[in-house]
DNA sequence: TTGTAGGCGTTATCAG
DNA sequence: CTGATAACGCCTACAA
């Protein structure tokens, strides 16, 4: 690189003043059209690229919103694996249909959904994992550069995050916690986790039915289970006390959890089992057909998210789909709102769903439109 | 919020100079322990948060590697869907599997990629989509608030690339072009698609096969397409000149392919049907799944990239795994060397492949390992 | 329409 | 170990 020019430079060889430079980018129309022109061929002449640190310092705002999410990869596995080596092409019979990437799409669209509403409003958006040692600097990295935040559940740890939020607008994509003071931007989790159990119990004549829960501290998880043990209460079913397995929202995890149930005969007087999410119910669904129970004849399983992989799954993923693209855009939304009304009360979003009946609950005659 | 705090607010507080409260940030190792004591209190007590634009401005680097990529979702489309209405909860029976979300599983593991390298050099990463009139904007602003560039083939003109990269350093994921200066990160696509033609050709016999060819302007895609024709001509195979089809690389495309393919009568006397992309594979796919045609029993069908739906579709997809999340790590370590090592020869490194066999080409006795 | 000048909040160098 | 004090590159009244 040479050395990078700044409006001293584009001012002094186009014989203007860094005002005029400055105002050719942010308010061309109130250049001079013949001075314009001269700008322009400067700009391009030296390969001048504003800056944004610079503009940044001067405007007070970075035009960044920063993204927060959480990783389940694991740290240490990455550090280990080897960015090279290996044949050039390797061959093989792939006859193993569960792999787990490791990616998670829930996050992935969601992510996809604040780029977008970014976008729309003319800004970038900055994303930041906090994993390792580190994770406090990384968050606080995050916050010292961007304009407002948009926070996964569980992504930052509370002192944190209380402290970020005293400088920026904070939004935190998940159901509200007890006294929690941030704007929050959800899905309708509660409502759909009824609708789905109703539609076991009432239209497929399931009666036993267990959870299987997500992490211990997801509120989303939470919410999924209460909406659960409700439906159930209101049919007059059994109502379980907690969820019959927890995992890790992991595809491994699921597959671990359906292992483990099969190994202890948890599953041989049950009708059905309702997972927390997709990931896992595909894992739990992954170990059940391997052995050799059939889903739905034998057990329902459903599932919760709708990510395009319980869409091609075998059997097809009956599951509650969240507009997770929506979830980002809206809390974006939220987040550019706020910092032009700072003052006003924390309001919590709640985004409807949609409860897709596909095949692993059973066939559907015609039981909904 | 409150009027932000700066370094001289806590300094004054602390009773120490804005100097050290720079260190405490820094280098903490280098304030006394009773010090930095003091100086923590009054951070904690002013929710205090370094602004990265003061410091990248005065330190000349942003610790953000930027991370450029195309989008295939319809600009319009997002400015006309409502981000909100409709009932809390819908619930409707799901019975076609064909959804396209328009989500790119590639793009994200990349992505994915770059921020796991960028993290373990305590860097973040900045996203940003160049769509729309103000394309331009939105690459020249990223740039000027990075230290250096990763971008995917066909995300930015070459203009513009050439542009910036004066200024810092930009690594291309995808394939060099013809006198292209840039770095380059990409996979074995040439190696790959020869070894999975010559699986097509050598064990299962395959003779009439045709390629459903990507975007013009994809140098992958082309890369690919090579690949095949070099298989087929070493086989002694009819070459064919150009693609039978081309399209977008995503599913709905594909299944807008196979729809024409079917009704143009194209496929009526073919073995297999080859294509540049996993999602325009399984696009295809989902046409001849609905128009009766059995894969692989009539028809073989193969895809490139190894996402994770071409894993539970069915039948479940042979394709070449690329690896995603390595493209992206590789490229943002890429860009970290050359922030060092400015002067040295562009390289390109190609990472390796994995030709996975599955069910859409045919059964596998025990052809490989 | 254009120029002048005073910040913006850090880092880094150099004394002490 | 700590404190002054220049940069750093741009924005934005205010003046001309």
């Given at each position: 690189m040479e050395k990078t020019p700044t409006v001293y430079d584009v001012a002094e060889m186009a014989g203007v003043s860094i005002a005029t430079v400055s105002r050719y980018f942010r308010n061309p129309a109130a250049v001079r059209e013949t001075t314009r022109e001269r700008v322009r061929e400067v700009v391009r002449e030296l390969g001048y690229v504003p800056s944004g640190s610079a503009r940044g310092l001067a405007a007070r705002r970075t035009g960044t919103i920063g993204v927060c999410f959480p990783s389940f990869d694991d740290v240490a596995q990455i550090d280990a694996r080897r960015l090279e080596g290996g044949p050039p092409v390797q061959v093989r019979v792939d006859a193993d249909a569960h792999v787990d990437t490791g990616s998670d799409l829930y996050i992935a669209e969601v992510v996809r959904g604040t780029e977008i509403e970014a976008w729309r409003h003319g800004f970038a958006v900055m994303i930041a994992v906090p994993r390792g040692a580190a994770a406090h600097n990384v968050v606080e990295g995050l916050a010292g550069r961007v304009d407002g935040l948009v926070t996964l559940?569980?992504?930052?740890?509370?002192?944190?995050?209380?402290?970020?939020?005293?400088?920026?607008?904070?939004?935190?994509?998940?159901?509200?916690?007890?006294?929690?003071?941030?704007?929050?931007?959800?899905?309708?989790?509660?409502?759909?986790?009824?609708?789905?159990?109703?539609?076991?119990i009432d239209d497929h004549r399931l009666t036993r039915l267990e959870f299987?829960?997500?992490?211990?501290?997801?509120?989303?998880?939470?919410?999924?289970?209460?909406?659960?043990?409700?439906?159930?209460?209101?049919?007059?079913?059994?109502?379980?006390?907690?969820?019959?397995?927890?995992?890790?929202?992991?595809?491994?995890?699921?597959?671990?959890?359906?292992?483990?149930?099969?190994?202890?005969?948890?599953?041989?007087?049950?009708?059905?089992?309702?997972?927390?999410?997709?990931?896992?119910?595909?894992?739990?669904?992954?170990?059940?057909?391997?052995?050799?129970?059939?889903v739905p004849q034998d057990l329902a399983v459903t599932?919760?998210?709708?990510?395009?992989?319980?869409?091609?799954?075998?059997?097809?993923?009956?599951?509650?789909?969240?507009?997770?693209?929506?979830?980002g855009r809206l809390a974006v939304a939220q987040v550019l709102h706020r910092l032009n009304e700072p003052m006003t009360e924390p309001t919590t979003r709640v985004l409807p769903v949609e409860v897709l009946l596909r095949d692993s609950c059973g066939p559907h005659a015609g039981d909904v439109a």
């Open positions: 559940a569980r992504a930052i740890d509370a002192d944190q995050l209380a402290h970020i939020a005293r400088r920026l607008p904070v939004v935190v994509v998940a159901g509200p916690r007890e006294g929690d003071v941030y704007d929050h931007v959800t899905a309708n989790n509660h409502g759909g986790m009824v609708a789905l159990t109703d539609h076991l299987v829960g997500g992490p211990e501290d997801s509120p989303d998880a939470q919410t999924r289970f209460e909406g659960f043990t409700e439906a159930m209460l209101l049919a007059g079913l059994g109502v379980p006390e907690r969820p019959i397995a927890r995992c890790d929202f992991t595809r491994a995890g699921g597959r671990e959890t359906g292992r483990r149930l099969l190994a202890e005969g948890l599953l041989d007087d049950l009708d059905g089992l309702v997972c927390a999410n997709d990931q896992s119910a595909l894992g739990v669904l992954d170990e059940l057909t391997a052995a050799g129970v059939r599932g919760f998210d709708g990510i395009e992989a319980s869409n091609v799954a075998t059997p097809r993923l009956t599951t509650v789909r969240q507009p997770m693209v929506e979830l």
